[in-house]
């Protein structure tokens, strides 16, 4: 049974300032891993998404790399703003009769301040 | 274009009533999605439908939940004799494909999701 693990769980960082989140999962034949933020009362906004064949990916100010041997992957937010500041989510797909399935971690909330 | 949409945004009912709730997936995503988010249990699987079959019912947490999907298109969750444990928001999301065995699965798309609260 996959089981994903994200920390730290809070973060709180000023403005300007590179972080990173990390993600742990268990079972390394996942299929990909999806980074989400979510708002507080809002849905789930996609935000990266790797493949199992990949090792990174990148949008703008966020990239996220993935190392299945180890079981990790890591979310790297550059230069941090205000508007940054959401709870961020990571979920990976696995196999089998479970492909499609997300298991998420539990969450990192992040607190940008000016 | 329009992303996943779900209805109602809340929904408030007394224990024992059965509540159904909607999603409409983006057009042209064959897969489909429920989760459930609770404060105790995070964000949780409960089925996952590919056209209009469910091939994966797993995280369906009793006979009270069920769920169909019809001409490939809106989904709906049906919880019969809600309890208070039932309260939670559930979210919907969807996918262009599920992918072929051993390939990656395409980006799931959230929708805002319902939040149901059981008195």
């Known amino acids: 049974k996959q089981e994903v693990t994200q920390i730290p769980a809070a973060l709180s960082v000023p403005e300007g300032e590179n972080l990173v989140l990390n993600c742990s999962f268990t079972d390394s034949a996942i299929y990909n891993l999806q980074w989400f933020r979510q708002d507080p009362g809002k849905g789930l906004t996609s935000l990266l998404l790797?493949?199992?064949?990949?090792r990174e990916q990148t949008s703008g100010r966020l990239n996220a790399s993935l190392d299945k041997s180890s079981g990790r992957s890591t979310l790297y937010i550059a230069a941090s703003q205000p508007g940054d500041s959401a709870t961020y989510l990571c979920a990976a797909t696995s196999g089998g009769t479970s492909y499609g399935k997300l298991t998420f971690g539990q969450g990192t909330i992040l607190t940008v301040h000016p | 274009g329009a992303g996943v949409s779900q209805s109602p945004s809340n929904k408030v009912t007394e224990k024992g009533k059965d509540v159904e709730l909607r999603c409409d997936p983006i057009s042209g995503h064959t897969a489909l999605y429920w989760y459930r988010q609770s404060l105790g249990q995070g964000l949780e699987f409960l089925i996952y439908f590919q056209g209009n079959s469910a091939p994966d019912k797993s995280g369906l947490p009793s006979d009270r939940f069920s769920a169909e999907r019809t001409g490939g298109s809106v989904s709906t969750l049906t919880i019969q004799r809600t309890q208070q444990e039932d309260s939670a928001v559930y979210l919907c999301?969807?996918?262009?494909?599920?992918?072929?065995?051993?390939?990656?699965?395409?980006?799931?798309?959230f929708g805002p999701g319902t939040r149901l609260t059981v008195t």
């Open positions: 999301a969807s996918s262009l494909t599920p992918g072929p065995s051993g390939i990656g699965s395409d980006e799931q798309y």
């Open positions: 790797i493949q199992s064949s990949q």
